[in-house]
């Protein structure tokens, strides 16, 4: 019966739901296509087919992204079903995850991904309460991550106090289970606990200026408090007028401004400015106002291109403030740097994207919120990289996609497992700390699926491999996990993991060291730092790439694009004809030394 359900859920995507009239019951028609399957597995005392149940029922949400009420309604029953025993856990989680990421951008989102967060926590709660053993550690493990991952995401929203409050839950469990996080949660605790005093005398000062709007003091302290201890200048903006003096009131504003906006000399007067505001404060604070300076230095030095005088003394003056800084950040210690510096938001790369200027190889174009890319030739290999770099750190990606069915320009080879078009390759390249590797969908000419590549071998020769079925014109979704270690001792390599998962299910699970993972040159998208989506024989439309630091700094290096305007790669290529010949003869030795590779 469950075979015949399976086929059920694969054909209850966007095109099945639509019959259903706008006025009827979201539950009921619920209830009228899985009511008695679930009332079947239920009744089991195997979890097994729950936790079937419960993926097939995600599976379902995310081709039901038309119909929010249907969406959450399948997320929440594979939440239920999910929850019934540890090993359907991930997919519990995922389904309230899902929730959340597709709540909208309102009060009432808000309080949907509250929600959404509440239940995670009591569900891995609930596991570390139950578990005993070897698995009583690591199912408490699982509870301080999560619990640490949201009171970063509360500490970059300046809430404090519920940050505090769920790093004094982790804390005890930590202790409990011998974790090494223990000592770094602690360390937060006390360091966070000071920036909650910061957040009382800041209420404090607001409530003296409601009795006396024009207390100059107040405004001056509010001014104080706002623009180092809290690194907010537009918020800091506010109290200039009555509490500022002649530089607060030129260098304010300015800091308020994108970096991008800011002119070569007030990048110069603004990395004076912060220098000066780091001479005193908490450890913190010191460290925001160094990482503000060093990063109107690194500005100034973008744009003054003259190498004179002025470009020397201020590379010396960065010098001395990345040293301060480096310093700072070792007495602290990497658990206490400012977790501002993780975005603690989702960002979606495409927000940056233009296909004009983002295309390293192929014809790609916007369209509405995707990005699209017709399928290029043997010379061709469409790549995109999206104007956003990451600093180190652990991250979470989730990526949206269709292959693309359509056929686009380009003479293929007549080599065995190339297919037809629309059945090609996809690859999403991504940093690993200081290495770069590339997830392969259907890789060329193997048909496997994994990381390329693991110590020089590709996803066909490696333990990651494990492949799975593209089916073109429909949505896939690929989720990318990637956690750094703690820095190793000296002489020691860095080392990572990456857990990914395809449509819900994991597909890879990998630990090692951050030396293993490399590119071939056929991949490497130019900027190590940097995040890329490849296609080989096939086109690919990106809905979304949304990605969340869990530590570290993803800095997008342009502005988001007003996604109106059309743009796409120039169709006729505008350089002169011996270059053109010079750039597809370099791709066809790149791509015959990679074929030669794949085939020892």
């Known amino acids: 019966m469950l075979n015949a359900f399976r086929h059920t859920l694969a054909v209850l995507t966007l095109a099945a739901l639509p019959m259903v009239s706008l006025a009827e019951d979201v539950k009921q028609e619920f209830d009228r296509l899985f009511g008695a399957e679930v009332k079947r597995v239920t009744a089991s005392p195997d979890p097994a087919d729950d936790i079937e149940l419960a993926q097939q029922l995600l599976n379902a949400a995310k081709g039901s992204t038309d119909k929010p009420a249907m969406r959450d309604h399948l997320c929440e029953y594979a939440f239920a079903l999910g929850s019934r025993d540890v090993s359907g856990y991930p997919v519990a989680v995922e389904a309230m995850q899902f929730i959340a990421e597709n709540a909208p951008a309102d009060s009432g989102g808000a309080a949907k991904r509250a929600e959404c967060d509440q239940k995670i926590a009591a569900l891995y709660q609930r596991g570390y309460e139950r578990a005993t053993g070897e698995k009583k550690t690591a199912a408490g493990q699982q509870y301080i991550d999560f619990l640490i991952g949201q009171a970063d995401a509360k500490i970059v929203a300046k809430e404090y106090a519920e940050a505090l409050n769920l790093l004094r839950k982790a804390r005890p469990v930590a202790v409990t289970i011998k974790s090494n996080d223990k000592d770094a949660i602690q360390t937060k605790i006390d360091t966070y606990t000071q920036l909650a005093a910061v957040s009382t005398k800041i ?81 913190l604070t010191r460290i925001a106002m160094l990482t503000r300076s060093k990063g109107y230095y690194e500005h100034y030095l973008t744009l003054h291109t003259a190498e004179d005088v002025q470009k020397a003394a201020a590379s010396v003056n960065m010098k001395r403030i990345s040293d301060a800084l480096a310093k700072l950040e070792a007495e602290v210690g990497a658990a206490t740097k400012k977790t501002e510096a993780a975005d603690g938001k989702t960002l979606d790369l495409l927000d940056y994207v233009d296909p004009s200027r983002d295309a390293q190889r192929g014809r790609w174009s916007r369209v509405g919120e995707s990005i699209k890319s017709e399928r290029g030739g043997f010379t061709e290999v469409p790549l995109l990289r999206p104007p956003v770099r990451v600093d180190g750190g652990s991250y979470n990606l989730k990526v949206k996609f269709v292959r693309d069915t359509g056929a686009g320009g380009g003479n293929l080879p007549n080599v065995p497992g190339f297919g037809a078009a629309g059945e090609g390759s996809v690859a999403f390249i991504f940093p690993v700390g200081a290495a770069q590797v ?67 299910k994991q597909v890879v699970d990998w630990k090692g060291k951050e030396s293993d993972l490399s ?58 004809p011996a270059k053109r010949d010079d750039e597809r003869r370099e791709r066809e030795k790149m791509i015959e030394d990679f074929f030669k590779g794949r085939s020892k």
């Open 203 to 283: 209420e404090t000062a607001e409530k003296k200026l409601k009795a006396n709007p024009w207390d100059k003091p107040t405004h001056a302290q509010l001014l104080e408090l706002y623009l180092t201890d809290m690194d907010d200048s537009a918020k800091a903006s506010k109290y200039l007028e009555v509490g500022g003096d002649e530089t607060q009131k030129k260098m304010v504003p300015l800091a308020a401004k994108p970096v991008l906006d800011i002119t070569e000399p007030q990048a110069l007067s603004l990395a004076e400015f912060y220098e000066s505001l780091s001479k005193k404060g908490l450890s």
């Open 438 to 504: 590339a997830y392969t969908l259907n890789a060329i000419p193997s048909g496997a699926s994994g990381l390329a590549d693991i110590a020089g071998q590709g996803p066909d020769r490696n333990a990651t491999r494990k492949d799975v079925t593209v089916n073109s014109g429909k949505v896939h979704f690929v989720d990318i996990n990637v956690k750094l270690d703690a820095p190793p001792a000296e002489g020691e390599s860095a080392t990572a993991s990456i857990a990914i998962s395809f449509d819900g």
């Open 519 to 576: 590119l071939n040159d056929l991949l490497k998208p130019g900027d190590a730092k940097a995040f890329a989506f490849l296609t080989f024989n096939a086109g690919v439309t990106i809905g979304s790439a949304k990605l969340k630091m869990t530590s570290g700094k993803a800095e997008p290096t342009e502005k988001p694009v007003d996604k109106s305007v059309k743009a796409e790669t120039a169709k006729n290529d505008k350089a002169a």
